[in-house]
């Protein structure tokens, strides 16, 4: 199994970016999926999941009607696309399969003026 998260960076408050998750060694497409973050001092954290299909997705409150969790099981992609970023997003952020312990290495995500 391999994860690798991109599309991380340095953006300023009220800026957008988006993530992106490759998969592998598994079959992607009969897997939840979710992104999780880690903060600075903080634990880590689950930001938002999408079911195998793509079809059902949740979000944590803080993220809530700012941050968009999608797929693409042909591609095997899993994407997050973040809008209106504030300082307190920033943190590592990571994909997971759910219900298993098979993490990628994370992307650095600094939101800062």
């Known amino acids: 199994v391999q994860l690798v998260e991109s599309g991380g960076g340095l953006v300023q408050p009220g800026g957008s970016l988006i993530l992106s998750c490759a998969a592998s060694?598994?079959?992607?497409?009969?897997?939840?999926m979710g992104w999780y973050r880690q903060a600075p001092g903080k634990e880590r954290e689950l930001v938002a999941d999408i079911s195998g299909g793509g079809g059902r997705t949740n979000y944590q409150d803080p993220v809530k009607g700012r941050f968009t969790i999608s797929r693409d099981n042909v591609l095997n992609m899993m994407y997050l696309q973040m809008n209106n970023l504030k300082p307190e997003d920033t943190a590592v952020y990571y994909c997971?399969?759910?219900?298993?312990?098979?993490w990628g290495q994370g992307t650095q995500v600094t939101v800062s003026s």
């Open positions: 060694g598994f079959t992607f497409s009969n897997f939840r």
């Open positions: 997971k399969v759910w219900g298993y312990s098979w």
